[in-house]
């Protein structure tokens, strides 16, 4: 089949260079997010979908609005069959839609219909779930509300982190994705509508949403900082210095009140409305990350400091 591929980030590259690599199907556009200026010397940076497609010479496009005119006209000059998408980051129109012969399929790193939306494994690991994994549906206006061709499924691990986590499906993903393709093209897969049971939703998160709160218990502050891992980024206030935090530690063996602090040679715990837990890696403003005792005698960090 003639695809446009559409997705952003890197977690979509292997299902874009598995359909390339396909003997049965020819990616002849990618559509990705618009080129992003940043830094001190306004750098421009391309997607790395974007990067993926121009080392293959496929045409790139970049449309600030899905239902840009020129963007539209260029889809029906292309004459998609199909339309796979993986962590595009734009709402599609009706019209364009309807443009690829057998509309677009998306790859949503979760089981569907278990949460919807933009930050799936967040969700997954933050709510403590033993099991999640990948679905291929067709893309409808509401939101991953579609009929659903295939599923895999993985084990979330007590240390995953999401980016461990998305890693591991953007891999399984890819193939399901490259099997849903030729499944479509054979005609041998059938949609299956969505249960009304089990839907969930999984929000975007903001950098303030990640910040950690100490007055939940052990259990529940060790699931939040692995699932803003890598991004956004957990963070806390230490009296007056924001630092960022990588996943910590639950020790049973010390209770401290919620914020609290308590620092050793080799440690650093922090109360909980539970348990307390032990630091891993801080990264303190303008510093690279670092073991949270290395940090604490660095910034002679007392018993007195607390977690805000």
């Not at 990616?27 to 001190?40: F, I």
């Not at 790193?109 to 494994?121: D, I």
């Not at 890693?167 to 949609?191: F, K, P, Q, V, W």
Request: charged residues 25%; aromatic residues 4%; glycine residues 8%.
């Amino acid at each position: 089949m003639r695809l446009i591929f559409a997705g952003t980030p890197e977690p979509a590259l292997p299902s874009l260079l598995g359909l390339i690599n396909s003997p049965r199907h020819e990616v002849v556009a990618v559509v990705t997010r618009p080129d992003a200026v940043s830094g001190r010397g306004r750098r421009v940076n391309r997607s790395p979908v974007a990067e993926l497609a121009d080392a293959h010479g496929i045409e790139v496009l970049t449309p600030a609005r899905a239902d840009d005119p020129d963007f539209t006209a260029r889809l029906r000059e292309l004459e998609p069959d199909c339309a796979p998408v993986v962590a595009y980051g734009n709402l599609l129109p009706q019209e364009v839609l309807d443009i690829p012969r057998f509309g677009w399929v998306n790859l949503h790193f979760s089981l569907l219909p278990a949460w919807r939306g933009a930050a799936p494994v967040q969700a997954a690991i933050r709510a403590g779930d033993e099991m999640t994994g990948a679905a291929t549906f067709q893309i409808e206006r509401a939101l991953d509300t579609g009929p659903v061709f295939g599923l895999v499924t993985e084990r979330i691990q007590d240390t995953d982190t999401s980016g461990d986590l998305l890693a591991r499906l953007a891999e399984s993903g890819a193939l399901l994705l490259a099997s849903t393709m030729d499944g479509i093209e054979d005609g041998a897969l059938n949609a299956v509508p969505q249960s009304a049971d089990g839907v969930s939703y999984a929000e975007k998160i903001t950098v303030d949403a990640a910040r950690v709160r100490w007055t939940v218990p052990a259990l529940a502050v060790h699931r939040h900082i692995r699932a803003v891992t890598p991004e956004p980024g957990a963070w806390t206030m230490i009296d007056d210095v924001r630092v960022k935090l990588g996943p910590v530690q639950i020790d049973p063996e010390i209770t401290l009140d919620p914020g609290q602090i308590e620092v050793s040679k080799r440690a650093v715990h922090v109360g909980t409305a539970s348990v307390t837990v032990r630091l891993g890696d801080v990264q303190p403003p303008g510093k690279k990350p670092m073991p949270a005792a290395d940090w604490a005698r660095g910034a002679r960090l007392t018993n007195e400091a607390r977690a805000l």
